[in-house]
Antibody, heavy 126, light 107 residues
Framework: QVQLVESGGTLVKPGGSLRLSCVASGFTFSDYYMNWIRQAPGKGLEWISYISTSIDYTNYPDSVKGRFTITRDNAKNSLYLQMNSLRAEDTAVYYC???????????????????WGQGTLVTVSS | IVLTQSPGTLSLSPGEKATLSCRASQSVSSNYLAWYQQKPGQAPRLLIYGASSRATGIPDRFTGSGSGTDFTLTISRLEPEDFAVYYCQQYGSSPCSFGQGTNLEIK
């Protein structure tokens, strides 16, 4: 069955950096667009990045653009999120999620998310 | 696109019918609207996509409807496991966005 397992979340100081990982199994990872979505404590969901199958296209909302970088290693079935210049408002549970094929809509927006990991908590505090 | 869900909290009993609303600040292209269920301590689960199509394994008591700016998730007869937070999400315009959620609680 499809499984996504995130890791790397921890306590980090404001201005610091962190790299999250997500290991996929149970499906052909290289066939799917992948995403990171976060949820601040007690709050709603926020999509924060996606990456295409062949790693040639990524996208971010303004809230993290220039600070976060999504990458993937299809040989290792792994997705990553490099987070720099972290702020208190980045505190959240970070989920990796798979987009339904073909990955993006005709408008270039990631398709709905049909599989999610269990999440990893990032806390930004001094 | 800003999605506004109502009500914020819905208190019902098992066996009753639940109607959850999601209103978009502008028309959702191609009805690219999804619904997710989230239970405490768990990741969200996809219920509905394309406004009205059920995801794999979702019981037929869950029905999505609507178009343009107004969408509805209906749960015909609530089961104990249906009490959770529900989010709508649009993926017709970039960036995709989620509503703030409706908390469906046991009365």
């Amino acid at each position: 069955q499809v499984q996504l397992v995130e890791s790397g979340g921890t306590l980090v100081k404001p201005g610091g950096s962190l790299r999250l990982s997500c290991v996929a199994s149970g499906f052909t990872f290289s066939d799917y667009y992948m995403n990171w979505i976060r949820q601040a404590p007690g709050k709603g969901l926020e999509w924060i990045s996606y990456i295409s199958t062949s790693i040639d296209y990524t996208n971010y909302p303004d809230s993290v653009k220039g600070r976060f970088t999504i990458t993937r290693d299809n040989a290792k079935n792994s997705l990553y999120l490099q987070m720099n210049s972290l702020r208190a408002e980045d505190t959240a549970v970070y989920y990796c999620a798979r987009s339904v094929m073909p990955g993006i809509t005709i408008f270039g927006v990631p398709r709905e998310f049909d599989s999610w990991g269990q999440g990893t908590l990032v806390t930004v505090s001094s | 696109i800003v999605l506004t869900q109502s009500p914020g909290t819905l208190s019902l009993s098992p066996g009753e019918k639940a109607t959850l609303s999601c209103r978009a600040s502008q028309s959702v292209s191609s009805n690219y609207l999804a619904w997710y269920q989230q239970k405490p301590g768990q990741a969200p689960r996809l219920l509905i996509y394309g406004a009205s199509s059920r995801a794999t394994g979702i019981p037929d008591r869950f029905t999505g409807s609507g178009s343009g700016t107004d969408f509805t998730l209906t749960i015909s007869r609530l089961e104990p496991e249906d009490f959770a937070v529900y989010y709508c999400q649009q993926y017709g315009s970039s960036p995709c966005s989620f509503g703030q959620g409706t908390n469906l609680e046991i009365k």
